[in-house]
């Protein structure tokens, strides 16, 4: 009889131990960008990165000190459609922009993406070739992003999107 008793016993623990491994480990939003990287060695790593890969670079330019920036982390991270669209396509790399380093010599070489504020995209094809500037403000919706516009734009700015082979025959 004693068996009996142990069995919901281990169905419970059974069950927390499987909720518990489904749950996603939290973000870190404090950390999300580096004051001290060495911010264009790293991009250029991005680079050789999206090359070796066939996918574009997306920079996002911001510092822990915004809000919105952390808000366009934490929705693209936790969003698993728009997650898997930006794991496929880009390799991500966050560029710090705050008192302790602002980065300006790289900023000018992406021909002054602070003018939009913070976050603000930007697009490198695999050569580091700026290919778009994205202001963030457009794809907000009330206080968070918009679903929709942030997909059409990691999609509209994929390297498949960019196939100069889809538009020979229009």
Known sequence: MQKYLLLPIVVMMCAIVTAHAQEKPALDLQHIYDPGADAAADLQKATQQAAAMNKHVLVQIGGNWCIWCKRLYKFVHE????????????????????????????????????????????????????????????????????????????????????????????
């Open 79 to 170: 969003d698993s459609t728009l997650h898997a669209l930006q794991e496929k396509n880009y390799i991500v790399y966050h560029l710090n922009y705050s008192k302790e380093n602002k980065n300006l010599p790289l900023l000018k070489q992406l021909e002054y993406p602070q003018r939009f504020g913070f976050p603000v995209l930007v697009i490198l094809d695999a050569k580091g070739n700026r290919l778009h500037t994205q202001n963030s403000a457009l794809l907000e919706s009330a206080d968070t992003y918009d679903k929709e516009k942030v997909a059409d734009m990691l999609k509209q700015w994929s390297p498949d999107a960019l196939n100069s082979a889809h538009y020979t025959n229009q």
